[in-house]
C-alpha cells in the first residue's frame, strides 16, 4: 500500500476526504514506515480532512487480521 492509498483508507474510516496525512508530532510524511509504532501494533498520526480539521488517529491490529481505528478531533 502507498501513501495515496492508505489516505483513502483513511477517508473511508472517518467518512470525509483525508487531504494530508502526518505524523503523530505534524510532520509530513514521506513513507508508511513513517507513521508505524510498535505497541500496539500499528500505525499512528495525524490527519487534516476535506473541512481542515485535524485528527489524530491510531490504527492498530488486533486478533489476527481484525484492524482497530480511532480518531480524535483536535482542531
Known sequence: ???DE???DL???IGKRVT???TSDGKAVQDLTDLFQPSPAGFAGQ???VDGSRHS?????EAGEMWN???TFIS
Do not use: E
Not at 57 to 61: A, G
Open 11 to 13: 477517508s473511508k474510516r
Open 57 to 61: 488517529w491510531v490504527l492498530w491490529q
Open 47 to 49: 490527519l487534516i480532512d
Open 69 to 71: 481505528f480511532q480518531s
Open 1 to 3: 500500500m502507498n501513501i
Open 20 to 22: 494530508k496525512i502526518l
Open 6 to 8: 492508505f489516505q483513502r
